[in-house]
């Protein structure tokens, strides 16, 4: 594995740190990193009680996803992979209007059209809708790059993706013309471990992931995915190189995904246990609380108040989009054309109908929206 | 009122077993706190309360397999308000809601009357599945997990006293225990049901002079030693059933009855029945024709002790040819083992005895001190026949008693083994 970039000490200093985030951007990391767990954990419980369909639990790589993000600004193209809303929450995006679209309710950006854990905003963060399907929006990024390079501004885009993402024909794609159009892009792959139940071992032949940056002509950089300080630093530096014209960069940020990939997943059933004590030690969470204390930055006192904060603001944010109705039947019909065509007008008519003769249609009692 | 309905755990999963209820009918609830344990074909999951409340009734019974979407639990979230409507003929009657009583009282009845408490102690799933199984109250167990949760380590320490665990002995068959029949012991019962029911068993024993094979496996103890590779007399036998597998291939296979056809896979796909603290699984070694001793060996230990942690993958428990059973070692002289369906065969194996044997010398025949194995095959005899089994046996103690000639058969490709004799 190329030599990996890490920050922190075992004793929570960083000597290395050239203080790129001041004190009040740290603890804006930490409570995001903290938000994301209350998030996380208020979802499991949802769905476990079926009010909600599915969830997609971050545990062990929020310093990943908040230390990129802190890296890059609001204005710059966010391409998430389904593990990644830290970035989104870490530039203002609320939490209940990622629990809108957990409801899939009226008040969703995408009027539950879109499955659970699947967010997307404009504002306050350019994030794109994370996509189920594995590598599809790496090219994405890169044309959302090449349009910032011809426009001639000087938006970065960030793809974020799982190692089992860079076995997509996508990467292949993203990367290959990233590196020929020298286009203004970061592909974060996220290494986790596994990607469901294939370890990291099934994943690749080649020695990590950062190393195949080489095939395609860019700078390949392995960082401590568990540091976010790290993080910041590697992708603060391909953001740099980005917007100076020197093109993409593919990081690889070694971290270890704590939980199931979803909630229908049992990772008891494959995931060594030894493995993921080993892993425990290094909870990003943890890591970033010792380099606060360290600085001086943390005391239990702002623990208590920032975890009791964001428990809060997910109940309260659940309470709300749980309250709030379902989409109508129109928005089957609505988003998509300015004008319906008429095909399209005939069916919403029949169904609004049919809606008028039959009643409001069943919400699924719980069931998996498939 | 809240009817809780059974939701949809996983993606698509149709039903779920009741697996034990964590708070008892007229207990008061807060949101997201764990009411029952269900067990579905992905996982078992802890499923919370919807909302703040008192649980009025409880509509499944531990054990039931209920269809997603049925309403297992009712919950009064008005806080102690009307009781649920008396008329509800399917419910047991061990479920019957508790009188409507005020909060207050609820709570000093679940503080003060300690046997119905068990939901008030702090124990991991898995801790609470082993309790129940070796019928150990989760009140007598310290707990060493954060918090005092106990963990499945410290209810097994309990029983066997090696922890520092301060628990009263449990007097000896004092009373009559009742286990609750599910979870892997119901796996295992449906399996032997469908075994015993369909397929038509049949038993054939057969006695190998294992002396030489004694011998031979010493050495490669010792050799495997060398590179960490525990060497029991299995991958020996293994590879014997292998050979003998390859040549007689009628029992290695099993029936696609909605096919009508008998698949005969052309691979030696080794279930080997494993005892595990849940209980009987039967993890698989695929390819065993091909594969060297050594090889099975370290194959078969990473195997076995990863199924007994529980810790195969879903891939590594099916696909058998053929399987192998051992608890013979343990005791039995012989046994009448029956089939993993849907296998065609199976083989037990027993334990070694030393016994007087007639041996050939070119001084004639003596009598001396033999090690003697019993081997016990049944086969479905809807798929082969007697004469196939007896053949089947008498390779593996042609192969058994002379072991050399499993170096042989290793070097062997597979189609040259079938003029092997």
Known sequence: MTEMLTMFKADGSAPDFNGALDEKALIHCYRTMLMVRAFDDICMKLQRSGRIGFSIPNKGVEATQVGAASALRATDFLFPSYRDFGMALHHGAKPVDMMHNMFGNA???????????????TDPVRFFSISSPIGTHLPHAVGAAYAAQALGKDDVSLASFGDGGTSSAGFHSALNLAGVWKAPVIFLCQNNGWAISLPASGQTASDGYAI??????????TVDGNDLLAVNQAVSDAAKRARGGEGPTLIEAYTYRMGGHSTSDDPTKYVPAEELEEWAKKDPVLRMQRFLD?????????EEKLLTECADEVAQAAKVAEA??????????????ETLPLHLRRQGEQAFELAERKGGADAGGGAFPL | MIEFKLPDIGEGTAEGEIVKWLVSAGEAVKEHQAVVEVMTDKATVEVPAPADGTITKLLAGEGDIVPVGDVIFHLDSAGGGAPVAESEPSAPSTHEPAPAVAPALVATATTSVATTTTSKVLAVPSARRVARELGVDLETVAGSGRNGVIRRADVEASVSGTGGVSTVPRPAAVSEQRIPFRGVRRKVAEAMTRSAQTAVHFTIVEEVDVTELVRVRQKAKALGAQQDIKVTFMPFIMKAVASGLMKFPMLNGHLDEAAGEIVLPGTVNLGIATDTPNGLIVPVIPGVESKGLLQLAAELGDLADRTRKGQARPDELRGSTFSITNAGNIGGTLATPIINFPDIAILGVHRIVRRPGVVDTPDGEVIEVRQY??????????LADGADAARFVAHLRETLEEPGLLTLLLALKIDSMESFS
């Open chain 1, 294 to 302: 360290k600085s001086g930055l943390w005391d239990e006192t702002l």
């Open chain 1, 212 to 221: 195949k940056a080489k095939a395609y002509g860019m700078p390949g950089v």
């Open chain 1, 107 to 121: 008040s969703d950006s995408a009027r539950g059209r879109q499955m659970s854990v699947h967010f997307s905003f």
């Open chain 1, 324 to 337: 709030t109705p379902g989409p109508t039947l129109e928005t089957i019909f609505s988003d998509v054309y």
């Open chain 2, 373 to 382: 194995m019993n081997f016990s095959c049944s086969v479905d005899h809807r």
